[in-house]
């Protein structure tokens, strides 16, 4: 089941789409998405997880720019519009409304109270960039671009935190990688894995990079992580 909800912060009010388990209570997993805001591979990682037992909330992170951003992945021009929605983001005003999003799926009737962020691209910077600023109950990472920008925050995060690397990634260079695997080593609420011979997005349903084998394989980790986290 999936149903929209409407998050109201003294900035303004924002939607978020939901769907939920079979269970009459559950965690909550706050999705935050790619340049491509709450699109179609959004809404299926959200059924996924709500399939795994999770209340799936995935906000809507341009809303200050433009309400209801839904681009496709395969679109030209949509992957213009979405690079210049991401140039013009401003992050430390998204970590607010992930804040707020996670004290809305917090304070849903059938949450347990327990709340992780998980994120791609832009929303695996934001996942971090959350769990370093706030608490959360857990935090999972698939390739955040720009990540090595803020690893002086890399100690901040307190809370379990997972992150997914594609090894050949376009847009995280193998000395960034190399940067942030140093900036969180000898933290034990931390575990890293790369994806050898994986480009970026290599877990995007439909995606030009899709690899079905290494996106299996992340979420089957994915999973079995949130579910201990979360318990």
Request: hydrophobic share 45%.
């Amino acid at each position: 089941m999936h149903n929209a909800l409407t998050i109201t912060t003294d900035a303004g009010s924002f939607n978020a789409y939901v769907a939920y388990p079979e269970a009459d209570k559950a965690p909550a997993v706050v999705v935050l998405h790619e340049v491509f805001g709450v699109n179609d591979d959004i809404r299926q990682t959200c059924d996924a997880l709500a399939a795994q037992g999770f209340i799936a909330v995935a906000p809507d992170l341009f809303w200050r720019q433009q309400a209801g951003v839904d681009l496709s992945v395969t679109s030209e021009a949509d992957w213009k519009a979405g690079l210049a929605l991401y140039m013009a983001y401003d992050r430390a005003k998204g970590v607010e409304d992930i804040m707020a999003t996670v004290d809305a799926a917090r304070h849903l009737d059938r949450s347990t109270g327990r709340v992780a962020v998980m994120g791609y691209c832009l929303g695996g910077l934001m996942a971090f960039l959350t769990a370093a600023r706030s608490k959360v109950d857990a935090a999972v990472a698939f390739h955040g671009g720009d990540t090595e920008k803020y690893l002086d925050q890399a100690k901040a995060v307190t809370a379990p935190f997972l992150m997914h690397l594609a090894v050949e990634d376009e847009f995280i260079s193998k000395a960034a990688q190399a940067d942030i695997k140093n900036a969180f080593a000898g933290m034990p609420n931390v575990t890293i894995y790369s994806y050898p011979g994986c480009n970026h997005a290599f877990s995007r349903h439909g995606g030009a990079h899709y690899n079905a084998a290494a996106a299996k394989t992340a979420n089957d980790r994915t999973w079995a992580f949130l579910k201990q986290s979360l318990a």
